[in-house]
């Protein structure tokens, strides 16, 4: 078994890995056959994007080649992110992301290798814990079963929808508690001070 290893990269590294992470998106996700090249396209568009994002980081692990990553950005504590949530937002969701605790993942990418079980966990805690979350949170496609499954398996808790434009599809709202469990906050989602951010 290769040994993994985990390492951060600044915006400048992770768009002069760009055609790699293309790569690794395409093979670990399960692309409709002739739909690779579009999904490669989409991703790669994203990424330019999402590196724009103020506070955007990215962890990838490497073995012999890429094995992984996951990237996303602290949410703004103004709340817009939270725009098109379905419904009243929860209190705590709102407490959290104004006291700057709450960190999107925007996407989590793993190889299919045998070496990689549990590497997607891993990845996803370390980023979390690197920007001392308490709570992490993510966005997936109501028709993506298998994503919602996956994260679900990893710990993650359905929160709700949001709707985002350009388009009318609603996307559920799944949440990591990072939070101790009270009797008070059975959930986790709950401020941790021992992970209080820096102003």
Same mark, same amino acid.
């Given at each position: 078994m290769d040994t993994v290893r985990l390492r951060r990269l600044n915006r400048w590294q992770a768009e002069g890995l760009r055609e790699d992470l293309a790569d690794?998106?395409?093979e670990s996700s399960a692309a409709a056959p002739g739909e690779?090249? #579009?999904? !490669?396209?989409?991703?790669? #568009? !994203? &990424?330019?994007?999402?590196?724009?994002?103020p506070g955007f980081d990215m962890l990838v692990a490497e073995a012999r080649s890429l094995a992984g990553c996951v990237f996303g950005f602290p949410v703004p504590r103004d709340g817009s992110w939270w725009q @098109?949530?379905?419904g009243p937002m929860p209190q705590n969701l709102e407490q959290l992301t104004a006291s700057g605790h709450v960190f999107a993942i925007l996407e989590t990418l793993v190889h299919p290798h045998k #070496?990689? #079980? @549990? &590497?997607? !966990?891993r990845l996803q805690e370390r980023l979390l814990a690197d920007h001392q979350a308490s709570l992490g949170v993510t966005l997936v496609d109501q028709s993506d079963r298998s994503a919602c499954a996956?994260?679900?398996n990893w710990g993650w808790q359905e929160a709700g929808q949001i709707h985002r434009l350009p388009g009318p599809t609603a996307l559920r709202v799944l949440v990591l508690p990072l939070g101790e469990r009270t009797a008070e906050h059975p959930d986790g989602l709950a401020h941790n001070d021992q992970t209080q951010r820096p102003e």
């Open positions: 690794l998106y395409v690779e090249f #579009h999904d !490669r396209q989409k991703f790669l #568009h !994203r &990424l330019a994007n999402d590196v724009q994002l @098109g949530f379905d #070496h990689a #079980h @549990g &590497l997607a !966990r996956a994260f679900k």
